[in-house]
C-alpha cells in the first residue's frame, strides 16, 4: 500500500507538472518577465495572469478547505508562529538570484525542457543549497536563528487570513474572503481588454490556477495516512528540486513523491511544447561572466527560496492559496529583490539605482532641488 500511494503522488505530480510546464511553454510566461514587464516597462499583463492563476487558486482551493476535502492545519504553510525574519531575508535572497538567472526556478525547469544547458547547472546550484538549507549544513542556522525570530498568532490560531479573520470577528467569514480576493483577483485579469485578445497567456493562468488546486486535491486523496503520511502540498520549486536531487544521488525511494515528480513532469511538458513548436535547441552559457552570474544566482535562489518558504509559485499561488499570512511578505520581497537584481545588472550598483532614482523625482519636481 506504502509504494502503490507513493506511485500515485509521483504519478500525480508528474501529470500536474507537465501539464503547467507546457502550457507555460506554450504561453511565453515567466514570472520574472511578468516583474520585469510591470517594473521596468510599465506593462503589467503578464503580471495580471498570475493574478488570474491566483484568484482561481484562491477559490478553487478554499472550496476544498470549505467542502471538507483539505485541511489547512497539516499544510506547511499556515503555522501558528510566522518567521517573519527568515520570509524577509529570504525573499529578497530569492528576488535578486532571479535576476541574475533571469528566471526563477520553475522556469529554469521550463527552460531546461528546450534544450538550455544553463538551466541544467541552475537547476543542480539551486537543488544543492536548498537541500543545504533545508536539512544539511545550513539547516542549524536556519532553525535555531533565523526561524527563531517569529511572530506568535494570538491564542495559537493559524497564520492565515481566514483564520485569523474568524478568530477576530468569532464568526467563520472563510467564504466571503476567498470570494472576495479570488474574485477581484480574476476580475483585473479578465477585464483588462488587451489580456481578452491573447488566449495562450490567459489559458496559462487558468490552467496554472485549476492545477494548484488539483495538487492539493491529489495529495489529499492519494496520501495514505496510516502507512505513508503526506502533508497535503501542491506545486513548488525549491525544495522539491532538492529533494529530486537528493533522490537521485542517495534515496531512490524519495522519487515517490508528488513533488518530486512534479519537477520532473515540468521539464517533459516544456520539452512537448518546445517540440510540438519545433524551438528545441541547445543552449550555453556565453562567456565565463554570464557563468559566475547564474552560479550565484542560483544559490541566492535555492537559499532565499527556503527561508521565505517557496518560490514565486510556491509562495506567490500556491501559498496565497491558502490565504496565507507569508504571502504578502514573501511576494512583496522577492519583487524589491528582483528590481534590486535589475539594479546590479544594469546600475552596476542598488546605490546608482538610488541616485539615479532621486534624480529622475528631481527632474519632475517631486522633491526639491
Not at 539594479?343 to 552596476?348: E, G, K, N, P, Y
Request: proline residues 3%; hydrophobic residues 50%; contains cysteine.
Amino acid at each position: 500500500m506504502q509504494n502503490l500511494s507513493g506511485w500515485m503522488l509521483a504519478l500525480a505530480g508528474f501529470a500536474i507538472g507537465g501539464a503547467a510546464g507546457f502550457a507555460v511553454r506554450r504561453a511565453r510566461l515567466c514570472s520574472f518577465g511578468a516583474i520585469e514587464d510591470a517594473l521596468m516597462g510599465g506593462d503589467s499583463r503578464r503580471l495580471r495572469i498570475f493574478g488570474l492563476a491566483l484568484g482561481i487558486a484562491i477559490l478553487g482551493t478554499q472550496a476544498l478547505i470549505i467542502g471538507g476535502f483539505l485541511d489547512p492545519e497539516q499544510t506547511s504553510y499556515t503555522p501558528t508562529a510566522l518567521p517573519l525574519v527568515a520570509i524577509l531575508i529570504g525573499s529578497l535572497m530569492f528576488g535578486t538570484g532571479m535576476a541574475m538567472v533571469g528566471t526563477c526556478g520553475f522556469g529554469s525547469l521550463v527552460r531546461l525542457g528546450t534544450g538550455d544547458l544553463r538551466s541544467l547547472i541552475v537547476i543542480l546550484i539551486l537543488g544543492v543549497t536548498a537541500y543545504a538549507t533545508l536539512r544539511g549544513a545550513f539547516a542549524s542556522f536556519r532553525i535555531t536563528v533565523l526561524e527563531g525570530i517569529s511572530i506568535a498568532m494570538p491564542d495559537g490560531a493559524r497564520s492565515d487570513m481566514a483564520s485569523l479573520s474568524t478568530h477576530a470577528l468569532g464568526l467563520d467569514v472563510r467564504v466571503a474572503i476567498a470570494a472576495t480576493a479570488g474574485g477581484a483577483l480574476c476580475w483585473l485579469a479578465l477585464g483588462d481588454p488587451r489580456l481578452r485578445r491573447t488566449p495562450r497567456l490567459l489559458s496559462a493562468g487558468i490552467v496554472l490556477g485549476l492545477l494548484t488546486v488539483a495538487g492539493w486535491a491529489a495529495t489529499s486523496w492519494f496520501g495514505d495516512n496510516f502507512d505513508n503520511p503526506v502533508r497535503p502540498q501542491s506545486l513548488t520549486f525549491v525544495s522539491t528540486v532538492g529533494r529530486a536531487i537528493y533522490a537521485g544521488l542517495l534515496n531512490a525511494a524519495n522519487f515517490l513523491d508528488f513533488g518530486v515528480g512534479s519537477v520532473f513532469g515540468v521539464v517533459a511538458g516544456s520539452w512537448l511544447a518546445a517540440w510540438s513548436a519545433g524551438e528545441l535547441r541547445w543552449e550555453a552559457f556565453d562567456d565565463d561572466h554570464e557563468m559566475r552570474r547564474h552560479l550565484c544566482g542560483a544559490a541566492l535562489m535555492g537559499i532565499g527560496g527556503i527561508l521565505a518558504g517557496g518560490c514565486t509559485i510556491g509562495q506567490g499561488i500556491t501559498a496565497g492559496s491558502m490565504l496565507s499570512l507569508s504571502w504578502p511578505f514573501a511576494v512583496g520581497g522577492m519583487i524589491l529583490g528582483a528590481r534590486l537584481g535589475i539594479a546590479t545588472l544594469v546600475d552596476s550598483t542598488p546605490k546608482e539605482m538610488i541616485r539615479r532614482g532621486w534624480a529622475h523625482l528631481r527632474r519632475r519636481n517631486y522633491l526639491p532641488k
